[in-house]
T-cell receptor, first 116, second 114 residues
Framework: ETGVTQTPRHLVMGMTNKKSLKCEQH?????MYWYKQSAKKPLELMFV???????ENNSVPSRFSPECPNSSHLFLHLHTLQPEDSALYLC???????????????FGEGSRLTVL | AQKITQTQPGMFVQEKEAVTLDCTYD???????LFWYKQPSSGEMIFLIY??????QNATEGRYSLNFQKARKSANLVISASQLGDSAMYFC???????????FGTGTSLTVIP
């Protein structure tokens, strides 16, 4: 079983649909992340949850809504998306270290989203 | 502002040869970590190697080594004895010792030629 699992792997949705991406980590980490990966652009950090509290929200449109019910699960709820939101959405987890930093990110395989 | 630069969009290397992927970074924080990730066509980002800003020696992990030149703010990845399975995108990343922020470069696409 991989450390970070994401479902679904592929999702096609219309602009009026509501869907959710799910992420689960089995590594006992205390921080989880959503990243967006578009072609030829650096990974864009969307949200960070540390100890189940949202600590980063990088000016993400409200049509993306994260939810972290516990330290192992992270959701990204999608509503009235635009075609430019089509991208690979990567979930990651890490363990915050004692000095305030964080260890390496462990990523899932991503959810490929296409918005029609 | 923090920034990671990867200037090589694409690289080719002959199988069994060594290749260097370039990465430069910019930060005014004295404490940071540098990471390299590999992303095959499947999409998953695979952690390869880590270098801390205070580490005196260059990090090595099997066929991967990180050529850390602090004064130049560079953290190049060296892959020795390239294999066909090394063909992938490679991303350089930096984290600061405060909070959970990671900064990624735009990546380098590596193709290993048989």
């Amino acid at each position: 079983e991989t450390g970070v699992t994401q479902t679904p792997r592929h999702l096609v949705m219309g602009m009026t649909n509501k869907k959710s991406l799910k992420c689960e980590q089995h590594l006992g980490h205390n921080a989880m992340y959503w990243y967006k990966q578009s072609a030829k652009k650096p990974l864009e950090l969307m949200f960070v949850y540390s100890l189940e509290e949202r600590v980063e929200n990088n000016s993400v449109p409200s049509r993306f809504s994260p939810e972290c019910p516990n330290s192992s699960h992270l959701f990204l709820h999608l509503h009235t998306l635009q075609p430019e939101d089509s991208a690979l959405y990567l979930c990651a987890s890490s363990q915050t270290t004692g000095d305030g930093g964080t260890g390496e990110l462990f990523f899932g395989e991503g959810s490929r989203l296409t918005v029609l | 502002a923090q920034k990671i630069t990867q200037t090589q969009p694409g690289m080719f290397v002959q199988e069994k040869e060594a290749v260097t992927l370039d990465c430069t970074y910019d930060t005014s924080d004295p404490s940071y970590g540098l990471f390299w990730y590999k992303q095959p066509s499947s999409g998953e980002m695979i952690f390869l190697i880590y270098q801390g800003s205070y580490d005196q020696q260059n990090a090595t992990e099997g066929r991967y080594s990180l050529n850390f030149q602090k004064a130049r703010k560079s953290a190049n990845l060296v892959i020795s004895a390239s294999q066909l399975g090394d063909s992938a995108m490679y991303f350089c990343a930096m984290s600061l010792n405060t909070g959970n922020q990671f900064y990624f470069g735009t990546g380098t696409s590596l193709t290993v030629i048989p």
